[in-house]
């Protein structure tokens, strides 16, 4: 080897080719079982929970093995989204870039950046008590003197339990969190708008192409 360019290229076929092999062996045999391991799960744990969910919701035949029924199961999943994965600024640099300027004139400089990391969120989640047990769904219309009291239930610190609820920032607000917004939503996206080369790929991954793909937002 002369250059790092040769050491590179000898890193890659010894470590990352033989990765990307088994990895498609993978894919391949996940896709016999209709699961989109880049999808639908992205581990092993993930894709057991998928395969062992799809043949026991909704059935009460094997009682030694609950799971929730498919209301229940699809309300909760649906309600899972995950972190923000974008760029908010591109570059920030103190003295020297302004803040807004693309909407102010008169811009003021940044004076300090600031980089936040939030750690062990998932083991302080799980140290939590959770709901367990047969699920039963309740639906309430608002307004009615249940959702008062779930408000109040709230506010004391006495609810426990997931609910589903809409929510929305006041329009006054939305400049405020431009660059952050404090709610992400599940959004439908046309297929339309769809790039013909991820069409192709869930036709060979043998998916079907629904009315429109769900997105975080």
Not at 22 to 36: A, F, G, H, P, Q
Not at 103 to 117: I, N, S, W
Not at 191 to 203: A, F, M
Request: glycine share 6%; aromatic share 12%; charged share 30%.
């Amino acid at each position: 080897m002369v250059t790092f360019a040769n050491w590179l290229e000898f890193y890659n076929n010894l470590d990352v080719g033989p990765f990307l092999e088994s990895l498609e062996k993978m894919r391949d045999v996940c896709t016999t079982l209709s699961i989109d391991i880049f999808k639908d799960a992205v581990s092993l744990p993930g894709v057991s929970l998928k395969y062992l969910l799809r043949g026991t919701l909704g059935k009460r035949d094997a009682p030694e093995l609950y799971a929730p029924e498919r209301e229940a199961y699809d309300m909760w999943k649906d309600a899972v989204v995950g972190g923000p994965s974008l760029v908010f600024t591109r570059k920030h640099e103190a003295g020297k870039t302004k803040i807004r300027s693309h909407k102010y004139e008169d811009a003021r400089f940044c004076q300090k950046v600031v980089g936040y990391d939030a750690n062990a969120l998932y083991p302080s989640t799980m140290f939590q008590e959770m709901p367990c047990g047969k699920e039963k769904i309740v639906f309430h219309p608002y307004p009615s003197d249940a959702v008062a009291e779930f408000e109040n239930r709230l506010k004391t610190k006495q609810w426990f339990g997931f609910a589903e609820v809409d929510i929305s920032v006041p329009k006054e607000l939305w400049d405020k969190f431009e660059e952050f917004p404090p709610l992400f939503k599940n959004s439908t996206i046309p297929n339309k708008v769809i790039p013909e080369n991820i069409k192709n790929y869930l036709r060979r991954t043998n998916r079907t192409l629904l009315p429109g793909q769900k997105k975080n937002f």
